[in-house]
């Protein structure tokens, strides 16, 4: 049973908002299910669960989308990937990551669901951080050329399927050392860090190839910095196709933080980009969180529990004023992540061992087994903000009567 069928491809932009093809609002709210980016080229999980079983799962609690990291790396390799990680998908083994990577998008849109294909790394491992080298669209593996080339190769892959919707171009954007020199990103400024221009061209050559997918640029300091849009926004000779993404996590924050404060330094750092109707202003583009997350194994981290071994009141602190935000400014959202263990990963800049495969994924929201939900009432807070408040056409939009 297709539980997602009533989002009508391709969307587009309208002011801030996200619409499909009758010019409804689509709310993007949706999980990450990550591992193709990883040391195996490899999503995880599909050694415990069929794929066609997890997307069905998904869509059953009526998310919209699903984020699809990958690597570069992974794109390029031609051997078969271990069978062990396809023990619950073996008409798959024998296959390469990329075909492993096909099979589950195709899974998950038979289901509904919009895929979200994003260039999580350049080379291979676990993200983020400053020491890793990928923190740009180029280093000294991976000339710019490989990476415009490798989007050019996904949007000519999946043309045919109305689903895979958007692209999210370059995860996290943060410092990166090339060649002996610390580089780090900047907006519209015309150097060779510059993220805005690079959005702009690799953008406007994916719609030579299809014309109908939304660009997802996310900002600087690993996604947290928008302000950089309000001067020199990503124009594309597409207009109606650009969003904006943020990431956002506890220790983006001071501890103990409130709610007026955080609201506020979250506008100014993007949240601006949405308008602000009180005050006269037309939102510029859509703004997708598209990833935050919290350890699902306590509800302390919600603000549900006293501090406990395994969570504590500020991550409520954190929680309770990420919703409110969310709630109140009716923002499109995707959840880190939907994994509960981890794929292997190592830190692709010094080769350190971070994650084995099987490892606990702390903010998953299923079971180890790949099976059910983890915490009920994790999972019912996320679901009760997939419904859209506000935008054109939202009595009749996707979710909105569900």
């Not at 990450?32 to 609690?61: I, K, M, Q």
């Not at 709630?327 to 971070?354: R, V, Y």
Request: charged share 20%; hydrophobic share 40%; proline share 5%.
């Amino acid at each position: 049973m297709v539980i997602n069928v009533d989002i009508a491809t391709p969307l587009s932009t309208s002011g801030r908002f996200i619409v499909d093809a009758r010019g409804r609002r689509v709310r993007l709210a949706g999980v990450n299910w990550y591992g193709a980016s990883e040391d195996f080229g490899l999503p995880a999980g599909l050694d415990r669960t069929n794929r066609s079983t997890l997307a069905r799962n998904v869509a059953r609690h009526r998310f919209t989308c699903v984020r699809f990291p990958f690597s570069l790396w992974m794109t390029e390799q031609t051997t078969p990937v271990p069978d062990q990680y396809l023990a619950a998908n073996r008409d798959l083994i024998g296959s390469t990551p990329m075909q492993v990577y096909d099979a589950c998008v195709r899974a998950l849109t038979d289901e509904g669901l919009i895929v979200i294909p994003n260039c999580h790394l350049l080379s291979f491992g676990w993200c983020c951080s400053d020491n890793d080298g990928n923190g740009l669209w180029y280093n000294e593996g991976w000339p710019a050329g490989k990476f415009t080339a490798a989007w050019q190769e996904i949007t000519a892959r999946y043309k045919s399927n109305g689903l895979v919707a958007a692209m999210d171009i370059k995860n996290e954007p943060r410092q990166a050392t090339v060649g002996g020199r610390v580089l780090t990103p900047v907006w519209g400024t015309g150097d060779d860090t510059d993220f805005a221009a690079m959005y702009t061209t690799v953008g406007n050559l994916i719609h030579e190839i299809n014309p109908h997918l939304l660009i997802i640029c996310e900002g600087l300091k690993y996604a947290g910095d928008l302000t950089g849009v309000a001067s020199h926004p990503v124009r594309l000779e597409r207009a109606d196709k650009v969003v904006y993404s943020m990431h956002d996590y506890s220790w983006f924050h001071s501890k103990g933080q409130s709610q007026a404060s955080y609201i506020e330094e979250m506008t100014k750092a993007g949240g601006y980009i949405l308008g602000d109707k009180a005050g006269g202003l037309d939102g510029l583009a859509p703004l997708w969180i598209g990833e935050f997350g919290n350890d699902t194994g306590s509800l302390a981290d919600f603000g549900l529990d006293p501090t406990s071994q395994v969570g504590n009141a500020d991550n409520g602190v954190w929680w309770s004023n990420i919703k409110a935000w969310i709630t109140e400014a009716d923002i499109d959202w995707c959840w880190w992540a939907l994994n509960p263990t981890h794929a292997k990963g190592i830190n692709p800049g010094t080769s350190q061992l971070l994650y084995n495969w099987g490892d606990r994924e702390p903010y998953g929201l299923l079971t180890s087994d790949w099976h059910s939900v983890g915490n009920p009432v994790v999972m019912k807070m996320l679901k009760s903000m997939i419904r859209p408040r506000t935008g054109p056409g939202v009595d009749s939009a996707p979710l909105a009567s569900r």
